[in-house]
């Protein structure tokens, strides 16, 4: 006998169980799997694609994120001045790097070393030399956001 317990309302959508480590590692694999790029603006794109294609939402979609990670919009990176058209956002536990070749570089904040826009300006080259890299992909010259 069939009961309706048994039955699935097809427009329920399925439960995503995976963690944000997870996720986050299977969009770190679709960047990486992807040609390099050769401008920031392309290198954002990749990012933002990868990010949508993972979490099934955007920024811009004007929806509940909940729990889902999300891309800022390329116009709210900041350029760093004088260090060859690198761009960051700082979010909650990481900054985002972009540079003007398509490299991206994305570091983790340190929860006791804050990282302010004031710090990152004053010292351009912090990130590389005291913050833990998590992702890293050069740009279509060969060369990294640092390089």
Known sequence: MTTLESFTDPTEQKKDTRTKRERLGEIFALIEEAPAVSSSQSAYDLVHESFRTIEGVSIEDN?????????????????????????????????????????????????????????????????????????????????????
């Open 63 to 147: 929806e509940s994120i909940g729990d889902k990670m999300v891309v800022v919009p390329f116009v709210d990176m900041i350029l760093i001045p004088g260090l060859n058209g690198v761009r960051f956002f700082i979010y909650d536990k990481h900054v985002m790097f972009i540079s003007e070749n398509g490299a991206i570089d994305i570091r983790l904040i340190d929860p006791v070393k804050k990282v302010t826009l004031a710090l990152l300006l004053r010292n351009p080259s912090y990130p590389k030399d005291h913050m833990k890299l998590i992702f890293a992909k050069n740009g279509s010259d060969g060369k990294g956001v640092w390089t």
